[in-house]
């Protein structure tokens, strides 16, 4: 009797046992964690600048994501590979309200909405720059890259840092804040020696969405692209009373010329490297301090100061024997054409021998002038 009762409370307690381990599928698994979706900027930010890091991102992937700019409508963008981050495709648009919308789904097929605002700055002051060589233009080997702003800029290293020159060769330069001028400020960059001829120069200023300083920001992006061409240097010795061209190594011209008038300082031609800026086949000079007026020929510019390689029959007596001139390189008709037909912006024109250095106060392109330490020491950054 007491063995069976023994057996039958054993039966019961593991038929107990049983009963409260649960039946198969009845259990509740844990709620799988949200679907994240996270977008930047965040919090309805204002004043955000066009620059500034815009995206989003899922932990699970993107079905799609939009993002729409009043006034402006749809951004362009780009999704990465796993769908995981969208990001536009350049810098957004100043005063304007950005909308964030699309679908972000989870493996099980869960979605959750993109969304969220922002409004970037809208400044009180644009400022354009402009560059000096447009798109596909060739140049010589002593041109500089020249930035000019339509006004003063206070934050230089932030404007700087948004500029790039990428070159075909490895090519030693850098940016140098000259004097503002025109109203605004100005910024050129050359290399450390003349170009190689042939190298392909990029140029961005990235400036869209650039704070200057003071209120101002930077109105549009710039690029250019262009090539150095041939390698042709003009040497120019006042003293020989000769103009010497060589292109690549080789001389190509040795013709008889006449210099500015030596004892008068206000008359000397500088000595320094110019740089060839602009031609004309017929340029009217004019001098109120020298009592002139007349219209020369095959007129190529080398400084602001009044200086050009040109022709001038009335000089061909003194030319190849003594200097007469009020600045100017003058030529014969024919070697003026000559030389005319064959410089290009940029041209480096190497006058030595007079008693008058080419400086700041002879133009706006004296780059070559400055030794390459200052010209470095003249980068905000």
Known sequence: MGRAFVAVLSGMLLVLAACGSGAPGTSSAPPPPPLQVTVTPTGNAADVAPRAE??????GTFADVTLTAAPGGPVAGTLSPDRKRWTPAGPLTYGATY????????????????TGAFTTVAPAETVRATLNIGDGR??????PITIQFSAPVEDKAAVER????????????????????????????????????????????????????????????????????RAQVVRADVNSFRLVVERDGQQVMDV?????????????TRSGIHVVTEKFANKRMVSPQFGYDVVMGWAVRISNNGEFIHANPGSVGSQGSSNVTHGCVNLSTADARTFFDSALYGDPVEVTGSGVDYSERDGDVYDWTI???RWQSMSAL
């Open 54 to 59: 815009v995206a989003a991102t899922t932990d």
């Open 371 to 373: 030794p390459w330490d």
């Open 256 to 268: 008889p010329a006449s210099y500015g008038l030596d004892s008068d300082p206000d008359r000397t």
């Open 138 to 143: 060739e140049v010589g080997v002593g041109a």
């Open 162 to 229: 948004a500029l790039s020159v990428r070159t075909s060769v490895p090519t030693e330069g850098s940016w140098a804040w000259l004097p503002d001028q025109d109203g605004g400020s100005r910024v050129h960059w050359r290399p450390k020696e003349y170009w190689k001829a042939g190298t392909q120069v990029d140029v961005r200023a990235d400036l869209l969405g650039v704070p200057f300083g003071g209120g101002a920001w930077g109105r549009e992006d710039l690029t250019t692209s262009f090539r150095i061409g």
């Open 99 to 114: 909308t964030w919308g699309g679908t972000a789904t989870a493996p099980d097929g869960r979605s959750t909405p993109v």
